[in-house]
């Protein structure tokens, strides 16, 4: 009688594998999460250089900058992605401060949380730092 050769794997070879799949697992998680919560800082940015020029053409036509985000026509109070929430500040007569304040899943970005842009006659510094907008 021949003996049959048994296909497959067997219960080590698997627990094997899944011990493999979940050591890469827990070290390429954190390093993806931080990648993805860097790349959606652009939302932030693409919304504050957005506010940036519609504050710019407000000022043209109104000789100030505008105290209230409902007043600029095109800035939502939500980026695109809806992971930051905008907020506007004047801050001089010829001054104001544009902040994104991460929410939702972006949250979870501790190292920058809230993107600013002080104006100040046209002139932008933007904040917290560059690697905050990704520079």
């Given at each position: 009688m021949a003996r049959s050769t048994g296909r497959g794997f067997t219960l080590v070879e698997c627990l094997t594998v899944c011990a493999v799949v979940a050591v890469l697992a827990t070290v390429a998680w954190p390093a993806w999460r931080d990648h993805s919560l860097r790349a959606a800082r652009l939302d932030a940015v693409a919304a504050l250089t957005r506010l940036q020029g519609v504050q710019e053409q407000y000022r043209s036509l109104h000789g100030l900058y505008a105290a209230e985000l409902s007043v600029l026509r095109g800035v939502a109070p939500v980026s695109d992605q809806g992971?930051?929430?905008?907020?506007?500040?004047?801050?001089?007569?010829?001054?104001?401060?544009?902040?994104?304040?991460?929410?939702?899943?972006?949250?979870?970005?501790?190292?920058?949380?809230?993107?600013?842009?002080?104006?100040?006659?046209?002139?932008?510094t933007p904040g917290p730092g560059p690697q905050c907008w990704n520079r």
């Open positions: 992971r930051y929430r905008l907020a506007l500040e004047r801050t001089g007569p010829e001054s104001y401060r544009a902040t994104a304040l991460a929410q939702g899943v972006q949250a979870g970005d501790h190292e920058c949380g809230a993107l600013t842009l002080d104006v100040s006659l046209g002139f932008a």
